[in-house]
């Protein structure tokens, strides 16, 4: 047998499983019909965030990612390009969210500040903003679009992980795949992690878990003036939306409060995460929008909306912005992610939320240690 483990999918899920077994000894292969990777992995804010995320599994995978993630960068080259999250909250029933938030086991190391304290972190944070704020020490902040590209080139110079690209497979018929020009792979186990690539594989036993598509718009903001955010930057909005705050039962007055006075915000899905990037700008987002094929198109009335909470938020006068682009995840109501197992050597693996490069490396030790024991 050529390879003891094949991983369909080279974006960061993919990447976690291929990780967790070569760490293990394995030889793996990793597939993807990509010439490099091109999904979600590389549109996202590589906001690699613990505080926020829903209690129980996802929190505590989210944890063990970050410290994944940290081994890997070093290791990798990968700069580590912000640390924390400062969440800025305006509206004063926020604060009984963060007090709460402050009394389970998740706000363990996170700390309630001032505007002045916050500041610290977030010089351009308007002080009307933040009369209080949520810091969390937590996160850690990479650049997708190179660190994704570093992890798979780290996996093959360090542990000879072989990567097919430009190779769509599509057949799994343990223990062997088939690739579109009718090559066979052999190898005694299979991830597929196809991310929001529900249709090619193993169709019907993916859209038994009710899985859809989510559309984000994204932009990158340019600062007239340097800018040194130390943390990433989140508002209000956010409380009302990441399950660890918004499932808890003092955020209901503020939910009520967000839906009667920030409606076309919560209508579209918005809240706001701001991230930097070694060159000073800003990675700013974002929007949700459920369908089963969302359309490609950015609104600029949905940008328009995403921008007026930045500037509510962070002073930062004649800012432009250089770039927009959509990016779409797997979703389903109900979970946050899910592994299939269609026999016992071949496993299908989906994050059905947005909190994949928060989780990926978690998730495939997991999957690995239940494979392999
Ligand atoms: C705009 C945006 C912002 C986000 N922000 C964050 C964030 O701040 N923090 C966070 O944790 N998460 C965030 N997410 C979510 C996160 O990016 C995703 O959960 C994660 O990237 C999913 O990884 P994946 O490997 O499953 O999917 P993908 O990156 O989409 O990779 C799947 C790969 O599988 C390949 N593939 C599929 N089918 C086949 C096949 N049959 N043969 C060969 N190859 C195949 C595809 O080509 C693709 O490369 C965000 C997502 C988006 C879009």
Request: charged share 25%; aromatic share 6%; hydrophobic share 45%.
């Amino acid at each position: 047998m050529a390879y003891d483990l094949a991983v369909v999918g080279a974006g960061i899920v993919g990447l976690g499983h291929a990780l967790a077994a070569a760490r293990r000894g394995k030889r793996v292969v990793v597939i993807d019909r990509d010439a490099q990777a091109n999904g979600a992995s590389v549109r996202n804010f590589g906001f690699v965030t613990v505080t926020g995320q829903g209690a129980g599994d996802c929190w505590q995978l989210a944890r063990r990612a970050r410290d994944v993630w940290q081994e890997v960068a070093d290791a990798a080259g990968i700069d580590i390009l912000q640390r924390g999250l400062v969440l800025a909250a305006r509206l004063p029933e926020s604060e009984a969210v963060i007090d709460a938030f402050l009394k389970t086991p998740m706000g363990e190391g996170c700390e309630k500040l001032t505007a002045a304290q916050a500041q610290r972190f977030v010089p351009n944070l308007r002080p009307q903003a933040a009369p209080v704020a949520l810091y969390s020490p937590h996160e850690v902040r990479v650049e997708s679009r190179t660190a994704v590209p570093l992890v798979a080139r780290f996996l093959a110079e360090r542990y000879g992980v072989v990567f097919r690209r430009s190779t769509s497979v599509v057949a799994v018929e343990a223990p062997r795949l088939i690739t579109a020009d009718g090559e066979v792979i052999e190898a005694e186990a299979t991830v597929v992690c196809p991310g929001d690539e529900y249709t090619a594989l193993f169709p019907e036993r993916i859209a038994a878990y009710g899985v859809t598509r989510c559309k984000l718009q994204m932009l990158r903001v340019v600062p007239a003036r340097p800018v040194a955010l130390q943390s990433a930057v989140m508002s209000d909005l956010g409380l009302g939306r990441y399950l660890g705050y918004a499932e808890l039962p003092e955020a209901a007055p503020l939910k009520r409060r967000l839906d009667a006075e920030f409606g076309p915000e919560r209508e579209n899905g918005i809240h706001l995460i701001v991230t930097q990037s070694a060159d000073g700008s800003l990675v700013v987002g974002d929007s949700h929008h459920y369908a089963t094929t969302p359309d490609p198109f950015g609104s600029q009335g949905v940008d328009d909306l995403i921008l007026g909470e930045l500037d509510a938020v962070l002073d930062l006068p004649s800012r432009t912005v250089s770039e927009r682009w959509i990016g779409t995840y797997a979703s389903a109501d109900g979970r946050w992610r899910f592994t299939d197992k269609p026999s016992e050597t071949v496993r299908i693996v989906i994050v059905t939320a947005g909190c994949g490069a928060s989780t990926a490396f978690g998730i495939g030790e997991e999957t690995i240690d239940e494979l392999y024991g």
